[in-house]
């Protein structure tokens, strides 16, 4: 009541009419020395009606107010989007930017003779036009033509950022939900609403009022129907040339374009050079810069289809193309350095990518948590500031005032750094699409939206062979059919062919599958390459060869000694692999045959069918674990069909049976079905030997003791490529998942595993590269000295869920950090969330633990254990584990 009486001056400020916002943009077009051509104020109206929901004057007082209505920061990012469509339909005029290049020197050669003819104190630009020495390009009628060029709006742009728009609505609307079926494609939605300029007004209220895919399309199919035949206006639009980008923007495109798929990222992020480069053409004319724009993005998707990849390209490209400001270095890519004349003492630039989350922008206390959202954005200033599953900031349930604070001071922040940080906001779908709907403020503030589909089972495989091709490995001839076979089996992805028809799924696309696929044959092949006796022996022939050529060269080179990479490019040393007698033995520590993928998938096939067959407490066991994976080593035999109706299974006998028919396919005396020959181990470290002898005392554990030697052979074949400078393979994910009833040797085998990574060198320890005590010397041990130590954490839900809002996630990274350099055993890891799925304290510890495997997974084992069926269900309820287990 206090403030009644204290506020005496009160100001309604009525919602605009659509007339009054179409002033707003051409006021904005005018403030940065644009303009509309003629007859384009109808358009951009069109546009600005359809984007805000506002009335027009003649129905203001019939207007149902909405908080979205008379939004002028939708109105500038109408204007500033149509700078994007209009600076690459003009950069693609060879011809008029030619022109420009002319008048640029021309204005160059005036200005000089304005200052010689001044004397004194060199003046601004400013000084020389209003002292009429001067004359802007621009301001020269004969220049008319070249100027509107970089200055004039058409309609096509307007109606460009409409269809976007468009184009997002029905995106949201046709994209199915998880078990549908798709309904069309992405680019048959792209293609119609081109034809959005041939709609009424009152087809295009409708199309944005669909409330289903099928009505927005069969409005959409009206416009399609008029455009003229022979016309091009459905057509994709022409490719921006970058021949004349700096050489930095130029690599960093070149990575974006290997990426697989990214149409609409790939497309878009070409329009945003062509921003920058147009703006810059203008300000050579003197007619300013119209690149000070927001950059913020949404990137929505299933798991592993490139968001965090794509997000750290995106920041990179910005930075060097000078969109987004940088207060230290303008200049974040390594790529176009000369090694030459780099100073090897100084820091080499950086991206400054940030990654948030819930725990860093929600605070403990009440007061600490708008404290915590501006330090996290300043932290991010000059990069990115990226932020997965954005909507995890608030709980669920509507009542987390402290996630809501948040949300209320980032999309301030947002809005008042937009010139030196692209936030990225990520996530699944729905739950972004809710997020965004449910904060109005992001609405306005985030210009840029991405979806990034689900791969098809084609690009998954190219990925792979991506995968593979990064790290000097490829396939045997014809074994891109049995990645194929694996990835599908593995993601549950669609054919290509299929894609129209194909049933959602959060596991769809998912990148993670195919890296574990790939880095799985990596363990196969080193332990079938080990084997070979006589091969190993050439390899370290080929060593030995190398280095004392690599000697020679370093002879031949006086100096400072450089790194090896100097001595390849100077080509006074060629690596062994590179030679072409020698690409037998180098095929052997480089290429993947379809045993080794094959293997992958027997050993997905097999976990299925384990889950089915082991017994529910109380029943009789129906078949032996041996006997299932002597069965699953005939998949090879089956059909494609037959292997979807084994991954497809209900129950144990109907994956059997069909595994029976590949058993009777195997040739008689054939070995298909055996036991892998054992891995000899006389040539490892002696306290590896002696970890695996500890190991093979404990009774049963066949898996586990098999596994640990594939682990063990993967790091030494990954030695031996580092021999011949073909690289590590050995940097992968270790993390496991232990099932079982109690009191059958998990706790102890974490122990010993955690031992055995260590001391073979597939974890990083910052403080020791060796644990173990069993090789040690005592009489040369240092008796004051501490022995090593296996680092091993035990943790469960008490020490990752906290007891008050904001302290669950930093309770788990401190866990998390506590393990580093070892392992965190987690017994009975699905305590983490309590039973009722209300939980959102567990649900939160959930979420930080699946980023820290994935930031941290150099660098500690996260081992989840517990009983068979309730593990099952915990990993499956949270995608995330799957890819990263």
Known sequence: PGFKSRVPISFHFNDYSCEELTQIGQLMLHGKSMKLAEGVDAALQRAIQVSTGCCLEADMENCVSSRDNGNGRSVRNIIEGSYRFLASRALRDAEKVGRIQELKEDAAKNLKLAKNKDSGKVKSVNYYIKQKLFTPPCEI???????????????????????????????QLCVPLEGQVTKVALSDIRRKVRAIPLLTNEERAKVVSARDCEQGLSILEQGVARVKPGSKMLDEPLDLPMDQAPCSVREVFAELDKLVGLTKVKRVMKELYALVRFSQLREDLYLGSIAEQSFHMKFVGNPGTGKTVVARLVGEMLLEMGAVKSKESPHVSRRCLDPEKVDPEAPLPKLNFHEGSRS?????????????????????????????????????????????????????????????????????????????????????????????????????????????????????????????????????????????????????????????????????LASRALRDAEKVGRIQEL???????????????????????????????????????????????????????????????????????????????????????????AIPLLTNEERAKVVSARDCEQGLSILEQGVARVKPGSKMLDEPLDLPMDQAPCSVREVFAELDKLVGLTK???????????????????????????????????????????????????????????????????????????EKVDPEAPLPKLNFHEGSRSDLVGEHVGDTALKTIRTVKEALGGVLFIDEAYSIVQAGGKDSFGMEAVDTLIKEMEDKRKYVVVILAGYEDEMEDFIDSNPGFKSRV
């Open 141 to 171: 009628a004969k220049n008319k033509d070249v100027c509107d060029h970089l200055r004039q709006v058409e309609a096509i742009d307007i109606n460009s950022v409409l269809e976007e728009n468009i184009f997002l609505n029905l995106h």
């Open 360 to 524: 860093d922008l929600v605070g403990e206390h009440v007061g600490d948590t708008a404290l915590k959202t501006i330090r996290t954005v300043k932290e991010a200033l000059g990069g990115v500031l990226f932020i997965d599953e954005a909507y995890s900031i608030v709980q669920a349930g509507g009542k987390d005032s402290f996630g809501m604070e948040a949300v209320d001071t980032l999309i301030k922040e947002m809005e008042d750094k937009r010139k030196y940080v692209v936030v990225i906001l990520a996530g699944y779908e729905d739950e972004m699409e809710d997020f965004i709907d449910s904060n109005p403020g992001f609405k306005s503030r985030v210009p840029i939206s991405f979806h990034f589909n689900d791969y098809s089972c084609e690009e998954l495989t190219q990925i792979g062979q991506l995968m593979l091709h990064g790290k000097s490995m490829k396939l045997a001839e014809g074994v891109d059919a049995a990645l194929q076979r694996a990835i599908q089996v593995s993601t549950g992805c669609c054919l290509e062919a299929d894609m129209e028809n194909c049933v959602s799924s959060r596991d769809n696309g998912n990148g993670r599958s195919v890296r574990n696929i790939i880095e799985g044959s990596y363990r196969f």
């Open 543 to 633: 060593k030995e060869d190398a280095a004392k050529n690599l000697k020679l060269a370093k002879n031949k080179d006086s100096g400072k000694v450089k790194s090896v990479n100097y001595y390849i490019k100077q080509k006074l040393f060629t690596p062994p692999c590179e030679i072409a007698k020698n690409k037998d033995v180098c095929d052997h520590l480089r290429q993947v045959e379809a045993i080794d993928i094959n293997s992958v998938l027997e050993e997905n096939i097999f976990l299925n069918l384990h889950q089915l067959c082991v017994p529910l407490e109380g029943q009789v066991t129906k078949v032996a674990l041996s006997d299932i994976r002597r069965k699953v080593r």
């Open 704 to 778: 586990v003791k098999r596994v640990m030697k594939e682990l063990y052979a993967l790091v030494r074949f990954s030695q031996l490529r580092e021999d011949l400078y073909l690289g590590s393979i050995a940097e992968q994910s270790f993390h496991m998942k232990f099932v079982g009833n109690p009191g059958t040797g998990k706790t102890v085998v974490a122990r010993l595993v955690g031992e055995m990574l260590l001391e073979m060198g597939a974890v990083k320890s910052k403080e020791s590269p060796h644990v173990s005590r069993r090789c040690l010397d005592p």
